[in-house]
């Protein structure tokens, strides 16, 4: 069931030095409007997000979506996703791809051309419609908190300053008596050295004495002073790992920025919580407790292309067992084989392997994992464990064989592990997660491994 929303303000143009003076504007012609509803305006944070993908903008200037640009997805967004890739005789898949936009882009051009619509011009989308396959998370957020969110979309033109535009909607079944409780958008486009002039300008529209949170879906890039200033300024900063397209290099630079003591939270991690869980939960039994310190042999098997959950799963069972890692190497092919081998404090060598493994139908995240095995040389030792998707099965883990019995358990649906879930669930906490951070100690250090290798 999609929530309902009622608009304050369709997205509409306005000075950068007058965005705070239109927002107030909003609120006022709203209250005023004899309807009986009063309309909450921001109270519990600001939420900025750097969106590099520029899909989302093509999508509602060309009418497929409805709604703010707010660089967050989720369901709406992919509704209109599918739209276009229907519209456009393309492979319906729900995801963003390079075949689609390079033809929202072409779309985009020639309408343009006529004069017909503007990037940065979203007026012609009057009423926030919601479509068939549920509510983005702007609405789940603004249904919990009345908060601002702000959207940074750098563009690849030539530098023409910046533009921005502001709107306002309220989820109609949220309220508290006569008042609405409301989300404002702001949203700015302009190339990047644009961004980096205003930036001043940009800190001062995150609300003041309000938590501040930053959603950076770009590659870390540590020399942008934009960047710089944001991470400085924020209370967390928000990363998805699943989405580097250097997963390694990112991922070491994530574990560079903890060491900077900064607040720092990757949605991928979060994703890892069920598989930890069990592997926890198998040696909780008094009769295993023991046996987890028997384990020497290590397989995690993952979806090709992005193996930064197995690196950090990895990062996460080391930390805990106190392992050491001291060697890494890397083998392409069919299967992407990463070994790391580890000491622990008695000076016991450990060997893990980690699996890219080809899969057909590519699931929402790229890289989740498929399964695992904990076992032991020791042959004696009960603390064979494997753990699997319910998607993919432990086929190749149990066709390993070998002389222990396993404990199996099956990792239960991950659908609460969507990315617009984990986000909203972000947004209610801030500061740092200790064990996230001690876990990437250790990954950091593997990675240290791999950089040398290279």
């Avoid at 068939?132 to 690849?156: K, M, V, Y």
């Avoid at 909607?169 to 700015?188: D, F, G, H, M, Q």
């Avoid at 920025?257 to 069920?274: E, G, K, M, T, V």
């Avoid at 190497?329 to 081998?341: P, R």
Wanted: glycine letters at 8%; proline letters at 4%; hydrophobic letters at 40%.
């Amino acid at each position: 069931m999609t929530t309902p929303l009622v608009s304050l303000q369709a997205p509409k143009d306005v000075d950068l030095e007058y965005i705070d003076h239109e927002l107030r504007q909003i609120w006022q012609t709203y209250t005023g409007s004899g309807d009986g509803l009063a309309a909450t305006r921001a109270s519990s944070f600001s939420f900025l997000v750097y969106e590099p993908e520029v899909t989302q903008p093509l999508l509602a200037a060309l009418g497929f979506y409805t709604g703010p640009v707010d660089g967050i997805g989720g369901p709406r967004t992919t509704s209109a996703i599918k739209a276009a890739q229907k519209a456009y005789g393309l492979e319906i898949t729900g995801l963003s791809s390079p075949e689609l936009l390079a033809k929202l882009r072409v779309e985009f051009e020639a309408k343009q051309a006529k004069g017909k619509i503007d990037l940065a011009d979203l007026a012609s989308v009057q009423q926030y419609s919601p479509d068939i396959e549920g509510a983005g998370i702007a609405d789940a957020i603004a249904s919990i908190n009345p908060c601002r969110i702000i959207t940074l979309s750098p563009t690849t033109e030539k530098d023409e300053g910046v533009r921005a535009s502001v709107s306002a909607y309220c989820p109609v079944n949220k309220r508290s008596a006569n008042t609405l409780i409301c989300c404002e958008y702001i949203n700015i486009t302009g190339v990047a050295s644009a961004f980096e002039r205003i930036g001043g300008i940009i800190s001062e529209l995150m609300i003041p004495d309000l938590p501040k949170f930053i959603w950076w879906k770009a590659g870390i890039d540590q020399e942008y002073c934009l960047f710089q200033r944001l991470i400085k300024e924020c209370d967390r900063i928000i990363v998805d790992s699943s989405t580097f397209a250097q997963p390694e290099i990112e991922l070491l630079k994530i574990g560079k920025l903890l060491d900077q003591d900064l607040p720092l939270i990757d949605l991928n991690w979060a994703r890892l919580s069920a598989w930890q869980e069990l592997t926890a939960e198998a040696f909780d039994p008094p009769e295993r407790r023991s046996a987890i310190w028997e384990v020497d042999q290590v397989t995690v098997d993952y979806e090709k292309g992005n193996p930064t959950q197995a690196l950090m799963y990895l990062g996460w069972l080391a930390s805990r067992l106190n392992w050491q890692p001291i060697g890494y190497t890397y083998e392409s092919g069919t299967y992407d084989i990463t070994t790391v081998k580890f000491l622990t404090a008695e000076g016991k060598e450990i060997n893990t392997e980690l699996a890219g493994v080809p899969i057909a139908d590519w699931g929402s995240v790229l890289g989740d994992l498929i399964s695992l095995k904990l076992t032991s040389t020791n042959l004696n030792a009960d603390c064979c464990t494997v753990l699997c998707s319910e998607t993919t099965g432990c086929m190749r883990m149990e066709a390993g064989g070998g002389a222990q019995s396993c404990r199996i358990q099956q990792v239960t649906s991950l659908a609460d592990q969507d990315t617009e879930q984990l986000l909203s669930q972000q947004l209610q906490r801030s500061g740092k997660d200790v064990l996230y951070e001690e876990s990437m100690i250790v990954t950091t250090q593997i990675l240290q491994l791999y950089l040398e290798g290279e």
